[in-house]
């Protein structure tokens, strides 16, 4: 079975740190992977998508990047953090292709970022 | 362009209670629905998905959503609620291609009431 790993579960951090948040499935091979936040427990904003290595699609300009260095690891940067960084951040996959269309998305645990 | 709307933030109901959460959507082709609940400082759970055949479906925890083409909705429905249902519901919709993410609502809070 496929499994989603985020790391960490919670960080705070001081503005203008630098920031690295993991992300790895298990279990699938290929996976579209996404990178979400979610400020004050309502929607998503989709920040980063890729399917596939070293293929990254931005949704939102802003001080973030991702890389994608491994088929089943995605990482969400920055060199220096925002206070309006704050907020959760959720990876999640899904199969690619024409099995990617009628699939859901499967979200991992998520990251509580708290930029002081 | 694809869009998904959850017209209410908030809905409360009385444990016991049916209840309804609503979701329209807008695509340009045929839609795939689905809907998700997260709990408190939890990722998404999916729980139930639309894609071709009954226009009722059924989900996880004795949750159903009815496809509506005409009305292009697509409401998540339990006949009757529980506390522990309290949580924030996300209708999403996707089309076109299975590359590109899910299309997600913002979201509505469901609170059940003892």
């Known amino acids: 079975s496929q499994t989603i790993h985020q790391w960490p579960a919670t960080l705070v951090q001081p503005v203008g740190s630098p920031l690295s948040l993991e992300c790895t499935v298990e279990g699938t091979s290929n996976p579209n992977l996404y990178w979400y936040r979610q400020a004050a427990g309502r929607g998503l904003q989709l920040l980063f998508y890729s399917v596939g290595i070293g293929q990254i699609s931005s949704e939102v300009p802003q001080n973030l990047s991702a890389s994608r260095p491994q088929d089943r690891q995605f990482i969400l940067s920055s060199k220096k953090l925002l206070l309006s960084d704050s907020g959760f951040y959720l990876c999640?996959?899904?199969?690619?292709?024409?099995?990617?269309?009628?699939?859901?998305?499967?979200f991992g645990p998520g990251t509580r970022l708290t930029v002081l | 362009a694809q869009s998904v709307a959850q017209p209410e933030d908030q809905v409360n109901v009385a444990e016991g209670n049916p209840l309804t959460v609503k979701c329209t959507y807008s695509?340009?082709?045929?839609?795939?629905l689905f809907w998700y609940v997260q709990y408190p400082n939890r990722g998404l759970q999916f729980l139930l998905k639309?894609?071709?055949?009954?226009?009722l479906v059924k989900g996880s925890y004795g949750f159903e959503a009815e496809f509506n083409k005409s009305q292009t909705s697509f409401h998540l429905k339990k006949p009757s609620a529980l506390v522990s249902d309290s949580a924030l519901y996300f209708c999403?919709?996707?089309?076109?291609?299975?590359?590109?993410?899910?299309?997600f609502g913002k979201g509505t809070r469901l609170s059940v009431i003892a």
């Open positions: 999403a919709v996707r089309t076109n291609s299975g590359n590109t993410p899910l299309v």
């Open positions: 639309y894609i071709t055949g009954d226009n």
């Open positions: 695509v340009s082709g045929n839609p795939y």
């Open positions: 999640a996959w899904s199969l690619s292709g024409a099995k990617g269309l009628i699939n859901e998305q499967f």
